[in-house]
């Protein structure tokens, strides 16, 4: 199938920056939209922002201005810089793909989830 691996969170002040990076590997045929998702504790797992294979991007307005997806296709890997974070930012973040992959001789469709990865920001 298709396995998604997260690094690059970690505990930060207000204002700083930190960097997420996701690689997927497998039997991958192609991967269309890649995204990264939050979830604060107590809520709701959200999209905070997304990528298609073409470059297009969409972003939650709350961090419209601040963080930046980028992907190298090459590598089948994501990434989401965060600038200027906030207390509010605080949440795992998860990685998240929607892929084809090769099954035997045929081609399956998967909307794979990396493990998390633990943003912190402090006041």
């Known amino acids: 199938q298709v396995q998604l691996v997260e690094s690059g969170g970690g505990l930060v002040q207000a204002g700083g920056s930190l960097r997420l990076s996701c690689a997927a590997s497998?039997?991958?045929?192609?991967?269309?939209?890649m995204g990264w998702y939050r979830q604060a504790p107590g809520k709701q797992r959200e999209l905070v922002a997304a990528?298609?294979?073409?470059?297009?991007?969409n972003y939650v307005d709350a961090v419209k201005g601040r963080f930046t997806i980028s992907r190298d296709n090459a590598k089948n890997t994501v990434y989401l810089q965060m600038n200027s974070l906030k207390p509010e930012d605080t949440g795992v973040y998860y990685c998240?793909?929607?892929?084809?992959?090769?099954?035997?001789?045929?081609?399956?469709?998967?909307?794979?989830w990396g493990q998390g990865t633990q943003v912190t920001v402090s006041s």
């Open positions: 990528i298609t294979s073409g470059g297009s991007t």
């Open positions: 998240n793909a929607e892929a084809k992959y090769w099954s035997g001789s045929y081609i399956r469709n998967l909307n794979s």
């Open positions: 497998g039997r991958i045929f192609s991967i269309n939209t």
